[in-house]
């Protein structure tokens, strides 16, 4: 199996500058609380230029930098970050392993989709480049290998051929065994040793006999021969992102801004699971207690960021609060399979993307109910052969045909078929009409809205029938006639009394 790591260099730090981008360029520290003292965890590129490095005390680290900021060290929310990025890769691999709080591991056996391991490592490096991360990619046999070489490496995408483990890592310092539960590693360096290359020429023996079993494991490790265990990280059931403001927000500017983080995050998980939202709730934690919510509701499902937030700065234009907000949540309520959107040739996305803005504005502002959609019904008269139902995914009745299932579902889908050579506007109950008939008894004329109309083309007939067993069978002969003034109809003639109907209007 083969393994790709992604390393984002002091992810938190990257975290903080995304969430707060006036942090960007600017000295700062994320501090830990460790035997009762408050110790730097993370520094800034600026802090780390002045000096300040991971491990010291605060105390010290300020002493170097005059006013440092200082926050601390969020890892529940790191880790959150971490999941949502595995998440967002889940386009790119079928599975991924947290190694919190600076990288993950992928399952890279899907890069033969996309045309070979270099370039399935340089697209996972723009798809994180795309939620906002630097981050490095390494593919090789091993975890351990893939993991050294992508913290300690220069390159943005690296692959290592198979069997060549040893080799990529020989160049690589003695620090690199760090973290990886080796410990003992005194006993390598005091003979002198530097590099992996240098411990992996040793041999077994000598190594046991120095470092007992963790240095044999670190031997291992430098030859490239480390069994991998890869054990992937299960997905969370509810999608839901948190973000705690660092300053109280009074204005809609830095909530919406929050909200893009949020949302921005929320869909990149909702594409990696190939699903689209329905309903999500969006929860305002307000200074110093209490919460408020908005409830959105999308008349179409979508995992479009933008659509989303579109949508959130509508509802929040119209709110009020009365107390400042210091954290902010978007729960997804209710999601869908997202089937993807299949273009006309020439059609470009801006309209409908337009047309959704609209309609879920229309389902947020007036309720789901203000909106709905032609249902199909499993009947074989026409005006019973439809209902409204609400405008919500999927915009086939699957759901319907898979409840009602069997002989009942076939129905179904026979007159679904026959709803696309249907009137747009078909009338509740088929009205009579005074017709005008030629020598052959073909319809010449009918009298719709008070006048007569004269009948220009007459295609037909498609005779319906049926219902027979329920006591109201009916037997009909269906045209579509162009009536002078009005456009296309669908008119019938009744085979019980001999009289004609109209149905409906073709737009």
């Excluded at 729960?331 to 993307?353: H, K, N, S, T, Y």
């Excluded at 009948?455 to 009909?476: I, K, N």
Aim: proline content about 7%.
């Amino acid at each position: 199996m083969r393994l790709a790591y992604v390393h984002l260099p002091r992810f938190p730090v990257q975290r903080r500058v995304l969430e707060a981008p006036a942090l960007a360029g600017q000295p700062f520290v994320l501090v830990e609380e460790v035997r009762g003292q408050r110790r730097v965890a993370f520094a800034s590129t600026a802090a780390l230029k002045a000096g300040v490095r991971p491990g010291s005390t605060l105390t010290a680290a300020s002493a170097l930098v005059a006013g440092l900021s200082h926050f601390p060290h969020a890892f529940a929310a790191e880790a959150a970050a971490l999941l949502s990025l595995g998440e967002a890769l889940l386009v790119l691999a079928p599975a991924f392993q947290l190694d919190a709080p600076e990288g993950l591991w992928l399952d890279a056996s899907a890069a033969g989709l996309c045309g070979g391991e270099e370039t399935w490592a340089a697209r996972v490096v723009e798809a994180c480049a795309a939620q906002g991360w630097r981050a490095r990619v390494v593919v090789a046999d091993e975890a351990f290998t893939a993991r050294a070489l992508a913290r300690f490496g220069v390159r943005r995408a690296e692959v290592v051929p198979s069997g060549e483990g040893g080799r990529a890592l020989a160049p690589l310092p003695l620090s690199a065994l760090e973290g990886a539960e080796t410990g003992r590693l005194e006993a390598l360096r005091a003979l002198g040793l530097a590099t992996l290359g240098e411990v992996a020429a040793l041999p077994a023996t000598a190594v046991v006999a120095r470092g007992g079993a963790e240095a044999l494991r670190a031997h291992r490790m430098a030859r490239g021969e480390e069994p991998s265990r890869f054990v992937p990280t299960p997905l969370p059931e509810v999608l839901e992102e948190v973000l705690s403001l660092d300053w109280p927000a009074e204005s809609l500017e830095p909530v919406l801004f929050g909200l893009k983080t949020l949302v921005d995050r929320l869909c990149a998980r909702l594409s990696g699971r190939r699903r689209a939202a329905v309903r999500l709730t969006l929860a305002f934690r307000l200074e110093p207690s209490g919460e408020a919510q908005v409830a959105l509701s999308l008349a179409r499902p979508t995992a479009q960021a933008k659509l989303l937030l579109d949508l959130a700065r509508h509802r929040l234009e119209g709110l009020t609060l009365e107390r400042p907000v210091v954290g902010l949540r978007a729960r997804m309520d209710e999601d869908c399979a997202d089937p993807g959107q299949q273009l006309v040739l020439g059609d470009g996305p801006a309209g409908d993307a337009a047309l959704e803005v609209v309609l879920s504005r229309l389902a947020t502002t007036l309720g789901e109910e203000a909106l709905f959609a032609a249902g199909v019904e499993g009947v074989h008269r026409p005006e019973a052969a439809v209902r409204p139902r609400a405008f919500r995914p999927p915009a086939r009745p699957e759901g319907l045909l898979a409840e009602l299932g069997g002989e009942t579902a076939e129905k179904t889908r026979e007159v679904e078929a026959a709803l696309a050579e249907r009137p747009a506007r078909l009338l509740p109950q088929p009205a009579p009409l005074e017709v005008a008939l030629g020598v052959g008894g073909e319809l010449a004329g009918a009298r719709v809205e008070g006048r007569w109309r004269r009948a220009s083309g007459l295609a037909g007939p498609e005779r319906l029938g049926g219902e027979w067993w329920r006591g109201g069978g009916f037997s009909r002969d269906y045209y579509r006639v162009h009536l002078e003034g009005l456009g296309l109809a669908w008119v019938y003639r009744d085979g019980r009394d001999g009289r004609f109907y109209l149905q409906g209007l073709f737009d």
